[in-house]
């Protein structure tokens, strides 16, 4: 078998298994899911998961990094190729792809049943927010860093739970463009450019 076709099947067999793994977040929780759940959803074999993931939670995190991936595009297409001339040039796009997966958002963003799904969402945004934040200052400290990271986390998970269990009618463009009017000031006070 040629490599193409090997590479087609393993990206169709690890897109299946995704979207298993969301379908079924919505549905049941992330904690209640077991990797079985996600093998009969997906129709994949037992040695198959096993091949791409040591876990169900190495399914997550892997998912999570293709958001990742898709939100560092879109922060590069709207700064011109720089994510460093930017600062949380990501949300737009993060606030559009919570705006497209409403569901699978309302069922893990704030919830206890999403313990393990809000701690690795925050890591990808602390990720992201870091990496708009460490251009503007060198000489802070890291923990200082760090904390205005997690300061702007705490607000972009805020708004999202907000914007969801109120079922806010606003748009992605909307809340984004309150969440940079209130979020800015304070990223410049603490890391001037």
Do not use: C
């Amino acid at each position: 078998m040629r490599k193409a076709e090997t590479d087609k099947r393993v990206r169709k067999t690890q897109a299946a298994l995704r979207n298993a793994l969301l379908e079924l977040m919505v549905q049941r929780g992330y904690e209640a899911l077991s990797v079985q759940n996600i093998l009969d959803r997906a129709a994949v074999g037992r040695a198959t998961f096993y091949l791409h993931y040591r876990n169900k939670e190495d399914l997550l995190r892997r998912s999570l990094d293709e958001l990742r991936r898709h939100l560092i595009e879109e922060w590069k297409l709207a700064s011109g190729g720089q994510t460093k001339s930017r600062a949380l040039g990501f949300s737009l796009a993060f606030f559009r792809h919570v705006d497209s997966h409403r569901q699978l958002y309302r069922a893990v963003v704030g919830r206890e049943s999403g313990v393990i799904v809000d701690r690795q969402m925050r890591r990808l945004l602390l990720d992201l927010v870091a990496e708009g934040i460490a251009y503007s200052d060198h000489r802070r400290s890291r923990v200082r860093s760090e904390m205005t990271a997690h300061y702007v986390v705490g607000a972009l998970m805020s708004i999202v739970t907000w914007w969801l269990d109120y079922n806010v009618k606003l748009s992605p463009e909307d809340i984004d463009q309150a969440f940079r009017q209130m979020t800015l000031p304070a990223l410049q006070a603490t890391h001037p450019v």
